[in-house]
């Protein structure tokens, strides 16, 4: 039994401060959290994979990480009257209290500061691209201005408590993120199949394909991670033994996963017809006619990661709020909320600014950290805790998943490794 002290601060740590949430929470808290930078790369990591490849990674990715996100919502409450609402409680359970903590946290966070890291450099180029845009004939502004502009707003953002707090700016990030996909498509469409475009593979050497192959990979891993947030999302919604939080969650998965379909292979495939190989590694970049609509595209992008954000940092804020207030014992409250949240945007700001690598950063974090926490590990507790018969479908099944995960870990970050060193060549500081 928790002592009054431990609820008081159960209570005021972020995950497990409210649990009142709705299905459709459940449904724009995971389109937020998976629509994101990742759709605006699919183009790019199409012409890397080819059509049959990309087309094939694109359907397994999709039915893969929705089976293993299944298997998260269902172990949130395997243990009668216990919730796992945090991975690494569920990592614990599974592997035992050190073995699972030290399995899951390192990755959740690399995760986790890696998407916001990405995120930074996102809005930062949405923002310049709107601003090039919508004024053509002004001083151009470097790229650095731009994600401190767009990280200053976090610093306010940061300290809303919980995931409940932010379910505003969630909403309004799910709702941009199916405004700017259907942009990216829709004027991809419009424009038509180019006329110089080509669909060979974009190296021209043997080892090029291979690596921008391994690095499309990780692109795609990137696109299809929201399972790092699933349980602390869950962690928000009221349960009862008659009514438990696993049935709106998943009502809310299957919305938010029915818009990620929509999101994804059209923009996908459109985008890659469109452009071929010509395609870079952010679809509204490559387009710039209408120039209004690319402009209003690129706004809600900005708006979308604000949102996305935050959903990623809050896990992270839970963590450092639990370790400073339990274990260095600090006292709980507002002061302790601005410093730890503050230094994090800052830390993030300025990783952004030193390595703004947009595709190179999908494709290393993708595979290294992605990969991990959304295709094998979700499976590894189920087998490790259900313990399905041998050869069984969910044996079988599970350990596909597994050995997918584990191939993508290993090689898509070589990929994503290769390209951040060859744009870091070409990237100026002052741009």
């Not at 390192?106 to 998407?115: D, I, K, R, S, T």
Request: overall charge positive; hydrophobic content about 50%; proline content about 5%.
């Amino acid at each position: 039994m928790q002592t009054e002290k431990e609820k008081s601060i159960d209570d005021w740590l972020p995950i497990t401060s409210s649990r009142n949430a709705k299905w459709w929470y459940s449904a724009f808290h995971n389109v937020t959290a998976m629509v994101g930078a990742g759709v605006l790369s699919l183009p790019f990591a199409m012409s890397e994979l080819g059509w049959g490849p990309g087309v094939a990674v694109l359907v397994v990715s999709w039915i893969v990480t929705l089976y293993t996100l299944w298997q998260m919502v269902e172990m949130h409450e395997m243990v009668p009257g216990k919730r796992f609402d945090r991975y690494h409680e569920l990592g614990q359970h599974a592997f035992g209290d050190k073995l699972g903590l030290w399995i899951v946290v390192p990755q959740q966070l690399v995760v986790e500061v890696g998407v916001d890291i990405v995120y930074m450099v996102t809005g930062g180029k949405s923002l310049k691209k709107f601003h090039e845009l919508v004024c053509p004939g002004c001083t151009p502004i470097r790229q650095t201005y731009f994600i401190i502009i767009f990280g200053s707003g976090h610093l306010v953002l940061s300290q809303l408590p919980n995931f409940n707090s932010i379910s505003s700016v969630s909403l309004a990030a799910a709702v941009m993120s199916l405004s700017y996909s259907t942009i990216a498509w829709g004027a991809s469409a419009d424009r038509g199949k180019q006329a110089d475009v080509e669909y060979g593979y974009r190296a021209s050497s043997t080892a090029g394909t291979v690596f921008n192959f391994l690095s499309a990979l990780g692109n795609v891993a990137f696109a299809y991670a929201g399972h790092n947030v699933v349980l602390e999302i869950q962690a928000t919604m009221p349960s009862t033994p008659e009514k438990p939080s696993k049935k709106p969650m998943w009502k809310g998965v299957i919305v938010a996963y029915v818009v990620v379909a929509l999101c994804y292979f059209p923009v996908a495939l459109v985008g890659y017809w469109a452009f071929g190989n010509g395609v870079k590694d952010n679809i509204l970049i490559t387009l710039d006619k209408p120039r209004w609509l690319i402009a209003m595209a690129n706004m809600f992008v900005v708006v979308h990661v604000i949102g996305s954000y935050q959903i990623y940092a809050m896990p992270v804020f839970d963590m450092m709020e639990t370790v400073l207030v339990k274990k260095l014992h600090f006292p709980p409250g507002l002061t302790l909320r601005l410093i730890a949240r503050t230094v994090y945007v800052a830390f993030t700001m300025f990783v952004a600014i030193t390595f703004p690598f947009f595709g190179g950063l999908l494709g290393f974090f993708g595979g290294f950290a992605f990969a991990p926490t959304t295709y094998f590990l979700p499976c590894t507790f189920w087998l490790a805790i259900y313990k399905p018969r041998r050869f069984s479908f969910s044996w079988i099944a599970n350990w596909i998943c597994i050995i997918l995960g584990i191939m993508l870990m290993v090689l898509s970050p070589i990929g994503g490794l290769r390209q951040i060193i060859l744009e870091a060549q070409d990237y100026s500081f002052y741009s």
